[in-house]
């Protein structure tokens, strides 16, 4: 099955430094990498996501890169703030029979210094 | 609020007790996940449903067992419950399946504590 690392398990940054995690996954047919935040008890949100026929993603603070031929993909947070603190989830999803499956990385846990 | 909603938020049990976790998806997705997310275990993908179908299972322990309801609300059962199945169940849900699927969204979970 699908297996995802992901390092580091934790980041420690100062705030408005850059955050950078990074995920490998083994099967070449997961076709779609979200990554979630997820705070202490709640649940996992959707922060960005990332479709295999796409090398980069960008929405303001946060942007997601796919290297398809290394089979891995990174999640970069620019201007760090206290509020980014908090566990995040890389995960793929592969098609499998007539369903999907998604796989979770182990999760870093990110905190932004003052 | 993500539009998934999932009952009870908590649950405490006893080892050998059999429990009932509801998931109603967010309006219009079809498709209902459940996951098991323990301390040193992750976020682990139990079983998928799509429109009343079981579409794929992942590590899902023969004492559990799912369904999906014609109205799309999905119940996840878990039997002869064991101290090491306490943890955080959640439900997503996303509106296809298969290769037309993006985009997963979670419920705010049900903790179950077995004592």
């Known amino acids: 099955g699908e297996n995802v690392e992901q390092h580091p398990s934790t980041l420690s940054v100062q705030e408005g430094d850059s955050a950078v995690i990074k995920c490998t996954y083994s099967d070449s047919a997961s076709n779609y990498f979200p990554w979630y935040k997820q705070e202490l008890g709640k649940r996992p949100q959707l922060i960005i996501d990332?479709?295999?026929?796409?090398g980069e993603k960008k929405d303001q603070r946060i942007a997601v890169t796919l290297n398809k031929t290394a089979k891995h993909f990174s999640l970069h947070i620019t201007e760090t703030q206290p509020e980014d603190s908090a566990v995040y989830f890389c995960a793929a999803n592969k098609v499998t029979g007539g369903g999907n499956k998604l796989t979770f990385g182990t999760g870093t846990q990110l905190k932004v210094e003052l | 609020d993500s539009g998934v909603t999932q009952t009870p938020k908590h649950l405490i049990t006893a080892t050998g007790q059999r429990v009932t976790l509801r998931c109603s998806p967010r309006s219009g997705d079809l498709s209902v996940y459940w996951y098991q997310q323990s301390l040193d275990q992750g976020l682990q993908f139990l079983i998928q449903?799509?429109?009343?179908?079981?579409?794929a299972k992942g590590n899902i322990l023969e004492r559990f067992s799912a369904q999906q309801f014609p109205d799309l609300h999905s119940e996840l059962n878990l039997s002869s419950l064991e101290l090491g199945d306490s943890a955080l169940y959640f439900c997503a849900s996303s509106v296809g399946v298969g290769t037309a699927n993006y985009g997963y969204t979670f419920g705010s979970g049900t903790r179950l504590t077995v004592v």
């Open positions: 990332i479709r295999s026929n796409v």
């Open positions: 449903y799509y429109n009343g179908e079981e579409r």
